[in-house]
């Protein structure tokens, strides 16, 4: 009973090591590859499947006190976007042709949707990870070998508070609804210009 109370006696010592961390936020580079299935696919002409990222880095900031260490968030490095985008092109449509251009013309215009979500919602990535570390209280770890652990525990905290979950979420509705937006507003004028 007394050790319980002593190391939460100590963890309650730790808040008053709690910070403001820095929040560095960035986009990885991305990359578009055209493949083109071997065979016949089941998508009307084309697809386009998005790799996203969402990576959180953080440092933590130790502080020494008498029965061990305070460990607090101090930076998060956030890295939140798109690293790669296959467009598939169904076989049927010889590479270069104008129904294959029409085709990947659509495709792009997806792409642009996709890196839209990521551009426009800036801010708000920002304000939900700088909200969500914010509410993490510093870890007490009585020996120097369990600060990596503290920092792993931290890192966890982050990316499974609520306002990550639903930021997460909106990225995948804005996903689905600026994708929609994309189908609708295509007449198909380009590619039936190829068959004239």
Partial sequence: MFLFVSVA??????LGYKISPIINLKQPEWEENIIQPLEHTDILHGDVIATLVNEFE???DITSIEDGFCVALKNIDATIGYSDFMVQIDIFYQKDSCEYNAILQHEDEHIRAYLSVIE????????????AA???TPVFVKNEQD????????NEQLQNHPDIILLKQKIKADEEIRNKYVDLNDTGKTLKKCFK
């Fill in 9 to 14: 006696n100590a963890a309650d010592d730790c």
């Fill in 58 to 60: 953080i440092t933590g």
């Fill in 120 to 131: 426009d919602n800036q801010n708000l990535f920002k304000q939900s990870i700088q909200s």
């Fill in 134 to 136: 914010e509410s993490i």
């Fill in 147 to 154: 600060i990596e652990s503290a920092i792993d525990k931290l």
